[in-house]
């Protein structure tokens, strides 16, 4: 049960942490960038990006994270983690709620977006792009936050199961 619990806390800390790191990325990077783009070059690339990102990869991640995080809890609580399980279940509310947030808005405004069709046949580009791009970093930003901070739980997790875990700790 130790190397379950171990193996699901390294994995759901990792795909936490490579979540975050995607969301952030376009908070600093991505976005600014883009922001610094033509209406037509913003639109398209976003659309594009939109399309490539849901590939299995991205979705094993942003969808496995979960599951992971949740069977991480369960067994903190019914094994050797106690001491972690608080931990483990902020970054679970963290993660649930970035889900929320993407699943009610990011994903509509990429679908808004996609449905606007190709850049090169959209009458009035400023006012698709102005409908979606500031909406959008706003939220992506709430998100990545919440990322981050579940990623940060679950690295505290890391460290307080850790310490349960050395001979002669408490719990162990």
Avoid at 97 to 116: E, G, M, Q, R
Avoid at 163 to 171: F, L
């Amino acid at each position: 049960m130790k190397t379950l619990q171990t193996s699901t806390l390294l994995a759901a800390t990792l795909t936490t942490g490579l979540m975050a790191g995607l969301f952030a990325a376009f908070v600093y990077a991505v976005m600014p960038g883009l922001g610094r783009s033509s209406d037509s070059t913003m639109v398209e690339t976003m659309q594009n990006i939109n399309k490539a990102i849901v590939n299995p990869f991205f979705m094993l991640l942003f969808m496995g994270s979960l599951p992971l995080i949740a069977l991480a809890a369960f067994l903190a609580w019914k094994g050797h983690g106690r001491p972690a399980l608080p931990w483990l279940v902020a970054a679970l509310a963290l993660y649930l709620i970035a889900f929320v947030v993407t699943s009610a808005v990011n994903v509509p405004l990429n679908d808004t977006l996609a449905a606007a069709g190709d850049p090169r046949h959209i009458e009035d580009l400023a006012s698709v792009r102005s409908s979606f791009e500031s909406t959008w970093v706003t939220w992506n930003t709430v998100r990545a936050l919440l990322h981050t901070a579940a990623f940060g739980c679950l690295l505290w997790a890391l460290v307080v199961y850790g310490a349960a875990q050395r001979p002669g700790a408490s719990g162990s």
